[in-house]
């Protein structure tokens, strides 16, 4: 899913020189409702809508994948949302689709340009309750349930296994493996769902709170 920011970036970017240091906050308001730090790019998007400005920043170091494994490199991504000079200028930071981090800048600024337009929001074609399993290819979910409202990618760690006689295994390691996470709205009377896939293959399901689309 690729957002374009609507507001001149060289406008915003010239206005935030000027601005103080952002402060870090849990937790900020749109019209939608409250966002805080641990909600999903899907809470995000319903409550608050597109940001101003969408930065891909460096990505970090972190854990991703398999409990215990080392850590790879995790995408990030800055959003700024600029709510007008009566409001604060919020900045996000969202690492593989969660937000990890929220800081208020100052007042926000008249840019002399429209808002973005509202997040189109997909609904999911398949059921909630069965629309895929662990062990389902990418194209398996795809033509069941169709596009997902959100796409991510970042890098994880995958256990490697020695095979040990015909029904067993033993872990002697891990590998780095690309990492697609889907998210799924089902709209507002059932719970989203964050597939996480590695390898192509579906590896974890994650329950979400209730969708947006309408």
Same mark, same amino acid.
């Given at each position: 899913?690729?957002?374009?920011?609507?507001?001149?970036?060289?406008?915003?970017?010239?206005?935030?020189?000027?601005?103080?240091?952002?402060?870090?906050?849990?937790? $900020?308001?749109?019209?939608?409702?409250?966002?805080?730090?641990?909600?999903?790019?899907?809470?995000? *998007?319903?409550?608050?809508?597109?940001?101003?400005?969408?930065?891909?920043?460096?990505?970090?170091?972190?854990?991703?994948?398999?409990?215990?494994?080392?850590?790879?490199?995790?995408?990030?991504?800055?959003?700024?949302?600029?709510?007008?000079?009566?409001? $604060? !200028?919020?900045?996000?930071? *969202?690492? !593989?689709?969660?937000?990890?981090?929220?800081?208020?800048?100052?007042?926000?600024?008249?840019?002399?340009?429209?808002?973005?337009?509202?997040?189109?929001?997909?609904?999911?074609?398949?059921?909630?309750?069965?629309?895929?399993?662990?062990?389902?290819?990418?194209?398996?979910?795809? %033509?069941?349930?169709?596009?997902?409202?959100?796409?991510?990618?970042?890098?994880?760690?995958?256990?490697?296994?020695?095979?040990?006689?015909?029904?067993?295994? !033993?872990?002697?390691? $891990?590998?780095?493996?690309?990492?697609?996470?889907?998210?799924?709205?089902?709209?507002?009377?059932?719970?989203?769902?964050? *597939?996480?896939?590695? %390898?192509?293959?579906? %590896?974890?399901?994650?329950?979400?709170?209730?969708?947006?689309?309408?």
């Amino acid at each position: 899913m690729s957002f374009q920011p609507t507001t001149s970036i060289a406008l915003l970017a010239f206005a935030t020189l000027l601005a103080p240091a952002p402060a870090r906050a849990d937790s $900020f308001r749109c019209e939608g409702g409250l966002v805080a730090v641990g909600d999903s790019k899907l809470d995000l *998007l319903g409550k608050c809508d597109l940001p101003t400005l969408r930065e891909e920043v460096p990505a970090v170091a972190g854990v991703f994948g398999s409990t215990g494994a080392p850590r790879a490199l995790v995408a990030q991504e800055r959003w700024t949302y600029n709510f007008g000079p009566r409001s $604060f !200028v919020q900045y996000v930071t *969202l690492e !593989v689709g969660v937000v990890k981090a929220i800081e208020r800048g100052g007042y926000g600024y008249e840019l002399g340009q429209p808002r973005p337009a509202p997040a189109r929001m997909p609904r999911a074609r398949c059921n909630h309750l069965g629309g895929f399993r662990v062990g389902d290819s990418t194209f398996d979910v795809l %033509a069941r349930c169709g596009e997902p409202a959100i796409r991510e990618e970042s890098m994880g760690q995958v256990v490697v296994e020695a095979p040990m006689g015909q029904r067993s295994s !033993v872990p002697i390691g $891990f590998t780095t493996v690309r990492v697609e996470i889907w998210t799924y709205d089902f709209g507002p009377q059932a719970n989203s769902r964050r *597939l996480e896939f590695e %390898a192509g293959k579906l %590896a974890r399901i994650v329950t979400g709170g209730y969708g947006y689309s309408r």
